[in-house]
């Protein structure tokens, strides 16, 4: 099961993420060692859109757990 943290799911909006993207980033994504003995998950996605202005092919999404 994977829950996101509310403070979490408040910051998705402002980080251009929605919380389907977090869920098959940690299901499917690059796993890394952070900090705090914490994991970390990547995962890139096609955005073709404006971000703040700017135009992006892609998006990164990373995400961290307490596993």
Same mark, same amino acid.
């Given at each position: 099961?994977?829950?996101? +943290?509310? +403070?979490? #799911?408040? *910051?998705? =909006?402002?980080?251009?993420? $929605?919380?389907?993207? /977090? #869920?098959? $980033? /940690?299901? $499917?994504?690059?796993? @890394?060692?952070?900090? !705090?003995? *914490? $994991?970390? @998950? *990547?995962?890139? @996605? ?8 700017? !135009?992006?092919? =892609?998006?990164? #999404?990373?995400?961290?757990? /307490?596993?």
């Amino acid at each position: 099961m994977i829950i996101i +943290h509310p +403070h979490a #799911i408040q *910051r998705l =909006s402002e980080r251009g993420a $929605t919380e389907d993207e /977090v #869920i098959l $980033t /940690v299901k $499917t994504g690059e796993q @890394f060692i952070a900090k !705090h003995g *914490r $994991t970390g @998950f *990547r995962l890139n @996605f096609l955005y073709n859109n404006l971000w703040n202005g700017k !135009h992006y092919a =892609s998006k990164q #999404i990373e995400a961290y757990a /307490v596993l």
